[in-house]
């Protein structure tokens, strides 16, 4: 784990995966990291108060695990003793989109389907196993603390029986997710307000484990159902946990939320675009109450509009931008968020540098521009989903909805979206030419038929 070490002392603010990704970088650079996290930690792999999600489906795309693998030595190794089941994304995910069953083969791109509370039990015992790191649970920051000439270099903790105290640090990471208080903090020392795009989904979830039914005839590892907007609201999805249990996630968008009872459960569940999800729960033993969870809205805080930032103060993962969860971008942005830290770290003029800090600020800005619009431009074929809606979206939706109709027949195209919305390649290969003169005739094929009817 050796590096260059630049500084005696990084302060973490959050046990999340955000945090602990960047704690694992930061370790390599500083005498001494510092994780407050305001929960207790649990010492099991359960589901802890600050990760309301944590129950439901999470998933870690091919850039996430690519990120990984850069950050820690072993990591297919140590997603698998993580819980996390490796899929190829088009072979072994039997996935209804826009009204097909997409088309499957063997690509090579994985799909890594986590339980959230053990993931991030594997991932907090590895970080917390460095000798030069402290994961200090119950120490609630309740702002940044000003040094000397402006310069951020501190918080202020609040803990349970020690009151208040100001730590000091050489960096300040924030990575407190979605409940982060940054951009309080930022206009209690004098900054502008942030800026933030939002975009109102009203996304409900329920989830429960179930006793993994056997499927002699089935080639799938995951079931993955979702709708055909703006007609079809509902979303369903059925993966391992390990050897003896799986997780349902039933899924609803605009106020469409799945009810907590079992009936309703199994109502919902057979109201899906196909039955194939239900059908597996004919008989099917279930492990868990049934879980609820609301997701109003994605929102993006802008940051890097700000002109001025300060120095020695960077905000990663949920903290800067929480997506629409549907889609499983976050954690694999986190871990590129960890990414971009590290190479800012080994940089000759150090993260400590002026400008350095805002400088990594918009490049992790740059990290979500693309899952954000891919994001946006799917939950905007709702019409009741509120927001500002991107230049050219009706164009994109077009193009979109062509190349996912054709993924069910077309390889070409179900394997570029799959490399675009798993960080392997950026939008423009959907317009490759093999993908888009096919889209141009499935618009002219939908063209004759309509005009024939």
């Known amino acids: ?28 650079h500083f005498g001494t990291v510092s994780v407050l996290e305001k929960d207790a930690l649990p010492v099991a792999p359960v589901a802890r108060r600050g990760v309301p999600q944590g129950a439901h489906a999470h998933v870690l795309l091919q850039g996430g695990q690519d990120a990984l693998e850069t950050l820690f030595v072993g990591a297919d190794l140590d997603l698998a003793c993580a819980g996390a089941v490796r899929t190829d994304a088009t072979r072994d995910i039997k996935w209804f989109q826009f009204g097909v069953w997409k088309k499957r083969f063997e690509s090579g791109i994985l799909a890594h389907w986590c339980d959230r509370p053990r993931f991030e039990h594997h991932l907090r015992e590895r970080i917390g196993g460095f000798a030069n790191v402290r994961l200090l649970s119950g120490h609630q920051v309740t702002a940044l603390v000003a040094g000397g000439g402006g310069s951020e270099v501190g918080v202020r903790v609040a803990r349970r029986e020690n009151g208040e105290e100001d730590l000091e640090a050489d960096l300040v990471v924030d990575a407190s997710g979605s409940a982060s208080r940054a951009s309080r903090w930022l206009e209690g020392l004098g900054y502008p307000r942030i800026p933030e795009d939002m975009i109102r989904v009203d996304v409900g979830y329920a989830s ?47 106020g469409d939320h799945p009810p907590g009872d079992d009936a309703g459960f199994l109502d919902f569940a057979s109201s899906l675009p196909q039955s194939d999800l239900r059908a597996c729960l004919n008989g099917a033993e279930p492990l ?37 969860p549907v889609y499983g971008q976050g954690m694999t942005v986190s871990a590129l968020d960890a990414i971009a830290l590290g190479q800012a770290l ?44 991107p230049f050219g979206l009706s164009l994109l939706n077009w193009y979109t909805q062509g190349v996912l109709e054709l993924a069910g027949e077309n390889a070409q195209a179900h394997l570029r979206f799959v490399k675009v919305i798993g960080f392997r390649a950026p939008p423009i290969a959907l317009f490759h030419p093999a993908v888009a003169l096919s889209v141009l005739r499935w618009a002219f094929a939908l063209r004759s038929s309509t005009r024939a009817v």
């Open 1 to 28: 784990m050796a590096s260059e070490v630049v500084g005696d002392h990084a302060i973490v603010i959050g046990a999340s995966i955000a945090g602990l990704l960047a704690a694992g970088v930061l370790a390599r």
């Open 208 to 254: 429960r484990v179930y006793r993994r039914p056997k499927y002699p005839s089935h080639d799938w590892t995951v079931l993955v159902i979702y709708p055909k907007p703006p007609g079809s609201r509902r979303a369903g999805v059925l993966y391992p946990l390990d050897e003896e249990t799986c997780l349902v996630t039933l899924i609803g968008w605009v």
């Open 288 to 324: 868990s109450p049934i879980r609820r969870h609301v997701f109003p809205a994605s929102r993006w805080r802008r940051f890097e509009r700000l002109a001025r930032w300060p120095d020695r103060f960077v905000v990663v993962g949920d903290a800067v931008c929480r997506f629409n």
């Open 346 to 389: 080994r940089r000759s003029e150090g993260i400590r540098a002026p400008g350095s800090a805002r400088r990594l600020q918009a490049k992790l800005a740059g990290h979500r521009t693309t899952p954000w619009l891919l994001a946006a431009a799917s939950d905007f074929r709702f019409p009741e989903v509120a927001g500002h809606r």
